[in-house]
């Protein structure tokens, strides 16, 4: 069962913060999520519309120029990153699963242009990359661009078609709430061709159950501890 540290090792640093990321890296981590933004010609590393939860600034996001940004505090003194600086950090340790959060599906060349750069500048694999969203309108037209990356669509539901939606999209892999998975969703899922993962999933009997339902993957804010817990189950 594939371990995805969500927006980074985020129990241990600050989420979606290179410090995050590298503390994934450290604790040998196979794969990372994060989430990004489109902010004034920039993609940036963070995961709420808005800055409270989790910087020093104040408002929406997309109120402030880059600039602005730079300058917040997102935690223990780390600024928020841009997406090239995190995939510098992770393009050569991780299976690398990017959140689209805000992005415009109106142009989608800025997003195609930091992967493209990365590949040519990093040796980013992207077989290595998996891009996800809620927006499954955004997948869809990532799709018919750029047929080459994965994708992952995402739920925070259980649809009446199971993982129908998911299939339609072409997507490499469905996205479900640990609340809702069930054994018929992920046996429809697998019978479709799709990897399951499952978020967030952090506690010791979480782990257990999406052992027994045969989830592919999980994401967990504390990589290394559920790596752990994991080794219990099999071990036992």
């Known amino acids: 069962m594939l371990i995805f540290a969500h927006r980074g090792a985020s129990a241990l640093e600050p989420e979606n913060t290179l410090p995050a990321l590298n503390a994934a890296c450290t604790a040998d981590t196979v794969a990372v999520e994060f989430d990004i933004h489109q902010v004034d010609g920039k993609l940036m590393v963070i995961h ?47 299976i690398i699963n990017i959140e689209l959060k805000g992005i415009a599906i109106e142009d ?26 809620f927006n499954h309108h955004l997948l869809q037209a990532i799709y018919r661009q750029r047929p080459e990356f994965n994708l992952g669509a995402l739920t925070a539901g259980l649809p009446l078609g199971h993982a129908k939606f998911a299939e339609q999209l072409a997507a490499y892999s469905v996205h479900i709430v640990v609340d809702y998975v069930s054994a018929e969703f992920v046996s429809d899922a697998h019978q479709r061709g799709l990897q399951v993962y499952v978020y967030i999933v952090d506690k010791l009997p979480d782990i257990k159950k999406m052992k027994a339902l045969g989830v592919d993957g999980i994401f967990a804010n504390n990589p290394a501890q559920a790596r752990q817990y994991l080794q219990q189950i099999n071990f036992k």
């Open 108 to 133: 989608l060349s800025l997003l195609f242009q930091y992967l493209d750069d990365a590949r040519a500048v990093l040796k980013l694999d992207f077989n290595k990359i998996l891009l996800s969203s």
């Open 48 to 94: 709420d519309r808005y800055l409270e939860r989790t910087t020093s600034g104040s408002g929406l996001l997309i109120a402030h120029n880059f600039v602005q940004l730079r300058q917040l505090d997102a935690g223990n003194g780390a600024v928020i990153p841009t997406l090239d600086e995190a995939l510098a950090v992770v393009a050569q340790q991780c």
